[in-house]
């Protein structure tokens, strides 16, 4: 990873603190959490050792710091890309930026195993990963039950229990597209969400049937 610039003595502590959050997620996603250091961060984020520690009192509050900005990213994403879509609509968008269709979206995937690996030692990082497993899955619920509500989804489909299995497809689809760069390519991963709104609309099986695996991965 190159050395990045530091914001300008103008800039406000707030751009400074984000830049040094936004190395961080880039080194995990790069390296992993066992490489990480606060003298690594510095270097990388073009300051000293330091002025990170200026704004984050331990390596630990940094780094998850830099989990909680990775997730807050998504959601945040999520928001301006659903914008005023409901139901199904909402749902697909939703899906389409939770899925690893750039390297950003697969850097914070990176970034996310490297935490996941963390929570059985860690109980902060436990509560934040449920909370944005929490926060992801309500969003999910709320564009089905829009879209049930408006017959986008048949009533014999059961909401809560299909919103949970639906994020849990995009969780271990995005882990699978981290080792997999086939899969992480644009029709793959076009083929899944496809499959997934196709097995909702129809409350059927049958719909994952799309394309043919054999020749179109």
């Known amino acids: 990873m190159k050395r990045a610039r530091f ?121 934040d990963n449920n909370e944005s497993f929490y926060a992801a899955y309500t969003q999910i619920l709320a564009d089905m039950r829009h879209a049930q509500a408006h017959g986008e989804i048949p009533e014999s489909v059961p909401v809560i229990e299909a919103s949970e299995l639906v994020l849990l497809l995009v969780i271990g689809i995005a882990t699978a597209c981290v080792g997999n760069e086939l899969l992480r390519q644009p029709r793959p991963l076009d083929r899944r969400v496809e499959m997934i709104l196709g097995m909702l609309k129809t409350g059927a099986l049958g719909a994952l049937r799309v394309g043919d695996p054999e020749i179109e991965y």
């Open 7 to 127: 914001p300008r003595v103008a800039d406000t502590a707030h751009e400074r603190r984000i830049h040094i959050i936004e190395v961080t997620a880039a080194l995990i996603a790069q390296e992993g959490l066992a490489g990480i250091s606060v003298r690594v961060v510095a270097e990388h984020a073009g300051c000293s050792r330091g002025l990170v520690e200026h704004y984050f009192r331990s390596k630990a509050e940094l780094l998850e710091t830099a989990n909680r900005w990775v997730n807050e990213t998504y959601l945040e994403r999520v928001a301006s890309a659903v914008g005023t879509l409901s139901g199904l609509a909402a749902l697909e968008a939703r899906l389409r930026h939770l899925l690893p269709y750039t390297g950003q979206v697969l850097d914070e995937w990176r970034v996310r195993l490297e935490f996941w690996r963390q929570t059985g030692t860690n109980s902060a990082l436990a509560e």
